[in-house]
C-alpha cells in the first residue's frame, strides 16, 4: 500500500484545514487509516483512525470535538477536517494504514505498531 498526504499548510489560530491520504494498492477491502502527529522534539502520537469496512472511529482526547475522519471509498482516500486549530495542533501529520480483510478491534486503531505502512507527513503549523 502506499500512501499520498497532502493539504498541509499554515493557518491562523481558529482556522480550518483538510488533510488527505491517498492511499493506492490495498490489497482487502477491510483494514483501516490512521492519523498520527509529530510535533518538533516529540514523540509521534495518534489522532485518529478510520475503517474501511465500518465500526467506531477514536479520536485522541486533544482533538476530539475539532477534528472528523472521514473515508472516500471510491477514491480510497481519508481525510482529517481539522477545525478550531490550536498553535499546539502545529506538527507534521502523518497517515498509516494497515491492509486486511477483517474488522480490527478498536483498541489497536491508537496504536503506531498496528499500521505497516506509512505515508511521507505533511507539515500543519499554526500561527498567528
Known amino acids: 500500500v502506499q500512501l499520498q498526504a497532502s493539504g498541509g499548510g499554515w493557518v491562523q489560530p481558529g482556522g480550518s484545514l483538510r488533510l488527505s491520504c491517498e492511499a493506492s494498492?490495498?490489497?482487502?477491502?477491510?483494514?483501516?487509516v490512521g492519523w498520527f502527529r509529530q510535533a518538533p522534539g516529540k514523540e509521534r502520537v495518534f489522532v485518529a483512525a478510520?475503517?474501511?469496512?465500518?465500526?467506531?472511529?477514536p479520536y485522541a482526547a486533544g482533538v476530539k470535538g475539532r477534528f472528523t475522519i472521514s473515508k472516500d471509498h471510491a477514491k480510497n482516500t481519508v481525510y482529517l477536517q481539522m477545525n478550531r486549530l490550536k498553535p499546539e495542533d502545529t506538527a507534521v501529520y502523518y497517515c498509516?494504514?494497515?491492509?486486511?480483510?477483517?474488522?480490527?478491534?478498536?483498541?489497536?486503531?491508537?496504536?503506531?505498531?498496528?499500521?505497516?505502512?506509512w505515508g511521507q507527513g505533511t507539515q500543519v503549523t499554526v500561527s498567528s
Open positions: 498509516a494504514a494497515v491492509d486486511r480483510s477483517n474488522r480490527l478491534i478498536t483498541s489497536v486503531l491508537s496504536l503506531a505498531a498496528t499500521y505497516e505502512f
Open positions: 494498492g490495498r490489497t482487502y477491502s477491510g483494514g483501516a
Open positions: 478510520i475503517q474501511w469496512s465500518g465500526g467506531s472511529t
